[in-house]
């Protein structure tokens, strides 16, 4: 590679496509170099490999929201019939205050993740300098947003293909600890965090990324469906043990994982439904759940009570039987929410 190339930024837009077609479809080569690297070419290389990654990560932005715009044009124009909401608008995308930030929080991520993975896989006293060049190059892979629709699949299937490869060839390794270290244990890590997190972390998410709302709010709209049949379960399993109803929810904590109790009774509402719970005697009850915002963490109103039924909005609602049901019911929520916007 002509490092050289890149000390102007005119010459660093030049060698910006031919280098994308090296590490796409030469990676051994290409990675190889990196590792074969020259202490005096260091700096530079790292600064071009920032500035590679930065140009990429905003090129993806720009594409990623004109990929949505289309996503919604083209759905609405053949799809519309069936197929549900997967996105919200590309003025979503606008309205998330980190939105200029997306790609360096991205980066910064994913460098963190696969440097600690890394480190607890091949030691901690490798260094990170070829770890952040890879990185940085694995972004090569956002060239495929240039293709609508599908060409997000195609660029993340590449770049967990090109991180694989470029940290087995910069830290000389076979491919088993390579896809542990840079794939496996980072996945292991995230997911962690993000089951710790719990239903939170669909706010964050949602205030991160607002065009994914309407699949976070079909999520909520499915978990409080099924809340709902855990809750009902639990109440009769209470009846029959004891005689009569709980008189609140917090008393179900023996029939009910510790995870449900704490979605349903957590006080910032992090599900993005709200629970309520009354007992007129021992022999009834009454139970409603209620999106937190209306039409953004949630779509529906669900009612149960001692005859062991949910219901849409009330005692009069249509019941709604099982898990299939309701998936269907959202399917054609989601569909009717395409063909409004």
């Known amino acids: 590679m ?30 190889k170099e990196i590792s074969e690297l020259k202490p005096a070419n260091l700096k530079q290389q790292l ?7 930065i140009v990429m990560g ?29 996105f ?22 994913t460098l963190a993740l696969v440097s600690t993975g890394i480190k607890l896989v091949l030691g901690f006293d490798k260094v990170l300098v070829p770890a ?18 599908v060409g997000g699949i195609f660029a993340l299937v590449w ?52 065009e994914i709302r309407p699949q976070l709010a079909t999520f909520n709209d499915l978990s409080a469906y099924m809340n709902m049949q855990a809750l009902v379960s639990a109440a009769e399993s209470y009846k029959k043990d004891l005689g009569f109803y709980p008189a609140h929810m917090g008393v ?35 139970l409603v759940s209620r999106p937190l915002e209306k039409m953004s963490s949630g779509r529906f109103v669900f009612y149960a009570d001692e005859k062991g039924l949910i219901r849409l909005n009330g005692i009069q609602g249509a019941v709604v039987s099982d898990v299939s049901q309701m998936e269907q019911l959202l399917l054609k929520s989601s569909g009717a929410a395409l063909e409004e916007k």
């Open 2 to 31: 002509d490092y050289s190339s890149q000390e102007s930024f005119f010459g660093f837009l030049k060698a910006l496509l031919p280098t994308c077609g090296r590490i796409l479809f030469k990676p051994l080569d290409f990675f």
């Open 47 to 53: 600064r071009a490999a920032l500035a590679f990654a």
């Open 58 to 86: 905003y090129l993806r932005l720009l594409l990623d929201t004109v990929n949505i715009y289309w996503f919604k044009v083209f759905s609405r124009g053949l799809f519309s019939s069936f197929l549900p909401q997967a």
């Open 88 to 109: 919200g608008s590309s003025q979503d995308i606008l309205a998330s205050p980190l939105f200029l930030l997306r790609p360096v929080i991205v980066f910064v991520v």
């Open 132 to 149: 952040f060049l890879v990185v940085c190059y694995k972004s090569a892979a956002d060239i495929f947003y240039l293709i609508p629709l």
């Open 159 to 210: 770049s967990i293909a090109l991180i694989i490869v470029g940290i087995r060839q910069v830290y000389s390794i076979n491919l088993l600890r390579s896809s542990l270290a840079a794939i496996l244990m980072p996945f292991l890590m995230l997911s962690f965090v993000l089951l710790s997190m719990g239903p939170a972390f669909n706010r964050v998410l949602g205030s991160f990324y607002p």
């Open 252 to 286: 179900l904590d023996k029939y009910l994982p510790a995870a449900l109790i704490k979605d349903v009774t957590a006080q910032d509402k992090s599900g993005g439904y709200v629970y309520e719970y009354a007992r007129p005697d021992d022999k009834h009850f009454i």
